[in-house]
């Protein structure tokens, strides 16, 4: 997808918008929090969806780092698509104004659930370990946590997605929390109709948990077994390919990480951080192709 075309979509999109105006407030560190007096809120050049449109198409490209895509993209290259874009330092100020709606862009982007999902969670570091203890962006909200790749300090996010690749859910929690408790949370606020069976790994097996879904919610849990535990209940062959399966959410956070970089350790701000982890979710989103079960149709081929 060319830029043009995410923007008209973009554009269009915020048409639809009501008018809202965000208030901003001089960000600060942990230690500055008592100082929440206003900053001036200076109109822009850029219009809303221009600032969007520049933020996804960045995890569209192959550049790993935002100033020198900005730079090079737009500030040299791109001055006839965007001829207001203000200097580098200028539109950072600027991106927390669109983090509300990139939100709301974003859940429109959500899947449909086809009766087949799989539930995985990754880690989102901030920093180094040995850099925890005085690291200060996110000292009020990152957690140290551990992962079968070992310990890391800052957030996990938890991703639900069907069999075409297409996510149905998203939540973030610090790095020490349960993935079994998010995946609770996630049927309790009850945003979206879920059915059919949900595959998880080892993280995930609670003979609590899987009795709620399966009877408050008719939704069944499946997780592999661990070497230590008996199968109570004879398991499907359709059900064990499906564990087999699993993996395409791996698939999915591989391309999140490696492809829309939605983790690096550059954050100097809370609210840019979810800019840019909501913008790669976003442009996952638009992929044409996704990790998928379904075979896709190829071109046609004549057989002699």
Request: aromatic share 10%; glycine share 4%; hydrophobic share 40%.
């Amino acid at each position: 997808m060319t830029i043009l075309e995410l923007f008209c979509d973009v554009d269009d999109f915020c048409q639809t918008l009501p008018p809202f105006q965000v208030v901003l407030t001089r960000p600060a560190l942990p230690e500055q929090a008592s100082d929440s007096r206003p900053i001036r809120n200076r109109p822009t050049g850029l219009h809303l969806s221009e600032i969007m449109t520049i933020l996804i198409a960045f995890h569209q490209s192959s550049y790993r780092q935002f100033k020198a895509y900005y730079t090079t993209e737009i500030l040299k290259h791109g001055r006839a698509d965007f001829p207001k874009a203000p200097k580098y330092s200028r539109f950072v100020e600027l991106m927390p104004r669109a983090l509300l709606s990139l939100v709301i862009y974003f859940y429109r982007s959500f899947g449909a659930c086809t009766g087949i999902s799989f539930v995985d969670s990754t880690k989102l570091e901030v920093c180094r370990l040995k850099r925890m203890n005085t690291h200060r962006v996110f000292k009020e909200d990152a957690a140290l946590g551990k992962t079968s790749m070992g310990w890391f300090y800052g957030f996990k996010l938890h991703l639900l997605c069907n069999d075409t690749g297409e996510l149905l859910w998203v939540s973030l929690t610090p790095g020490n929390g349960d993935d079994r408790a998010a995946l609770r949370d996630f049927f309790q606020h009850d945003l979206f109709s879920l059915f059919g069976k949900v595959f998880a790994d080892r993280g995930y097996i609670s003979q609590a948990l899987a009795t709620e879904l399966l009877n408050e919610h008719h939704v069944a849990l499946h997780t592999r077994l661990r070497k230590n535990m008996k199968c109570a209940v004879p398991v499907l062959s359709e059900d064990a390919l499906f564990l087999r399966k699993r993996a395409i959410i791996e698939s999915v956070i591989d391309q999140l990480k490696n492809i829309s970089q939605i983790e690096h350790s550059r954050h100097r701000s809370p609210v840019n951080f979810m800019v840019n982890l909501v913008c790669g979710l976003i442009a996952y989103s638009r992929q044409p192709k996704k990790p998928s079960l379904i075979p896709q149709a190829g071109p046609l081929k004549l057989v002699a």
